[in-house]
């Protein structure tokens, strides 16, 4: 194959690189904590060069080839077709982490220190933000909530406080779906010399290249749409600056240990194979089910960025390549209806998570956020009767018939 042969998206994801000699049409399971040196002499090299190193195997928590050909798939994914600022193909970074979570708070980590601020918006994922407000605030990094949606606000925000060295972002955002402009505030940040990280979980990079826009990290749990079934937690964190990743970051996660399994990195490889396939899917069915409970009437609102009605429809359509599989929805009744509807679910899946290949709905005020004051949950669009629902792979019209059963149950 001639060596510029370029490979498309989807290429990308069904097509293993290589790992060793052997074979293998799948790649194997590293199930190995350790590596063995050659001989002393290479054992002795490598700790004189300072040991622990991202290219060389000796310790799976240091490394381990199944994971590090998934980061690097999906590295390439992020930057599939994204130029540099020379107008040359960007080369990406991948590293997998144990979740999610465990992402996201390396991608803080390695921004911030003690004195230091962060900007964000409002209604982040809960534990992402109870990370910030708890550990990070005990460890001197304050938060602090924007609207980021005026980009005039959070310029001043940040010309006027020389302590915040981080935004981040996540968008599309539970559960409304509301939508930040990453061209704007990627722009606003590298005039201000911050770095800008980008949760893109909802949408990953078949429908959304945050990289492209000039974002400097890119995370995901990729629990959700990239494992796609639901068999594993992980997650990734994508950047462009190699050094940065190879030092910083690599030193973050050879020191706090949140690495990925290469058993979870294998079965996230199974998944982004048919990303693509799914996602298409997804949104086809969301935009489906949109139409269905936009027509209902026991609905009062229906938040999917494929429906014109989206405050966000435009800037989806602008920096994404599709409005993905998740929606909500308001019942008009409220706590009650919203319970009811839950209760008369048969078909979809009553759970808590999104992403994988069945529909799952979530009654947010009697599960997840219970505990949480109404007026807060409010603030963030979690009203009484809001439904979420990550859309699944199935028949539409078994869909469609367990909710329209459930709707009239009540
Ligand atoms: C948008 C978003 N980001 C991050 C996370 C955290 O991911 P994990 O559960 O894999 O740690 C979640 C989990 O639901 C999420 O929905």
Do not use: W
């Amino acid at each position: 194959m001639n060596k510029n042969f370029k490979k498309g998206f989807h290429s990308i994801c069904v097509k293993d690189l290589v790992i060793d000699g052997l074979s293998s049409h799948v790649p194997p399971i590293y199930a190995t904590s350790t590596f063995t040196y050659e001989d002393l002499d290479a054992a002795f090299d490598f700790f004189k060069k300072g040991g622990a190193n991202k290219d060389v195997y000796t310790y799976s928590r240091l490394g381990n080839p199944t994971v590090k050909l998934v980061g690097d798939k999906i590295a390439a994914l992020e930057a599939f077709n994204v130029k540099d600022e020379n107008g040359n193909d960007l080369k990406a970074y991948g590293m997998l982490f144990a979740s999610g979570m465990a992402a996201i708070a390396a991608a803080i980590l390695a921004n911030v220190k003690a004195g230091d601020k962060v900007i964000t918006q409002g209604n982040l994922y809960g534990t992402t933000n109870e990370l910030l407000i708890t550990i990070l605030k005990d460890f001197g990094v304050e938060t602090i909530y924007a609207d980021l949606k005026d980009l005039n606000f959070v310029e001043d925000a940040i010309i006027n406080d020389e302590h915040i060295k981080l935004l981040y972002i996540e968008t599309p955002a539970n559960p409304t779906l509301e939508c930040f402009d990453l061209d704007g505030l990627a722009a606003i940040a590298q005039n201000q010399d911050i770095k800008t990280v980008v949760d893109n979980t909802f949408s990953t990079p078949y429908l959304q290249q945050p990289l492209k826009f000039g974002i400097d990290f890119v995370v995901h749990s990729s629990t959700k749409f990239l494992n796609g079934h639901g068999t594993g937690t992980s997650g990734v964190l994508v950047g462009k600056d190699e050094n940065f990743i190879n030092t910083k970051l690599y030193g973050i996660q050879k020191m706090i240990g949140g690495i990925c399994s290469p058993f979870e990195a294998f079965l996230l490889n199974n998944g982004v194979k048919t990303l693509p396939l799914r996602m298409d899917q997804h949104q086809k069915n969301a935009m489906q089910l949109a139409k269905f409970l936009s027509e209902h009437p026991k609905v009062s609102k229906v938040n999917y960025l494929g429906l014109e009605t989206h405050p966000d429809y435009a800037m989806a359509k602008e920096q994404m390549n599709g409005p993905c599989g998740m929606l909500s929805f308001e019942l008009k009744d409220g706590l009650e209806a919203g319970m009811n509807f839950m209760r008369a679910i048969e078909f979809c899946t009553l759970t808590a998570s999104l992403g994988t290949a069945d529909t799952l709905v979530t009654h947010s005020a009697s599960t997840s956020h219970v505990n949480v004051p109404r007026e807060q949950r409010l603030r963030h669009g979690i009203t009484d009767g809001l439904i979420r629902v990550s859309v699944g792979l199935e028949n539409i019209e078994d869909i469609t018939a367990d909710f329209s059963h459930a709707l009239s149950a009540f």
